[in-house]
């Protein structure tokens, strides 16, 4: 089993930035890759961004098209992933929720193997 738990969320204005940091602990040793996800009031969860390694080898960040060239993902270390969030919009006011799993084949929330709790973050306009 792997626990996420993810900090870093809050209140912020539009054009302002967040860094949102997910720490994993457990058998972490299994996973392949983590992401975040975000889910807005009435809306259905959706893909952010999401890195993937083999070994030591860490591979390209994809990243969903609605926050390219504004969010970035980076894998601190072995157990944490953070998520820059720059020139933030109304729009990205969302419950924000790191995931991990263990053979990833593809982004998407029902492929996922663990979960954390998630953090809000509200962009006021």
């Known amino acids: 089993q792997v626990q996420l738990v993810e900090s870093g969320g809050g209140l912020v204005q539009a054009g302002g930035s967040l860094r949102l940091s997910c720490t994993a602990s457990?058998?972490?040793?299994?996973?392949?890759?983590m992401g975040w996800f975000r889910q807005a009031p009435g809306k259905e969860r959706e893909f952010v961004s999401g890195?993937?390694?083999?070994?030591?080898?860490?591979?390209?960040a994809d990243d969903a098209d609605s926050v390219k060239g504004r969010f970035s993902i980076s894998r601190d270390n072995a157990n944490r992933v953070s998520l820059q969030m720059n020139n933030l919009k109304p729009e990205d006011t969302a419950v924000y929720y790191c995931?991990?799993?263990?053979?990833?084949?593809?982004?998407?929330?029902?492929?996922?193997?663990?979960w954390g709790k998630g953090t809000l973050v509200t962009v006021s306009s």
């Open positions: 457990g058998h972490t040793f299994t996973t392949a890759a």
């Open positions: 890195t993937r390694w083999s070994g030591d080898n860490t591979y390209n």
């Open positions: 995931s991990a799993v263990e053979r990833w084949t593809a982004w998407y929330g029902s492929g996922m193997d663990y």
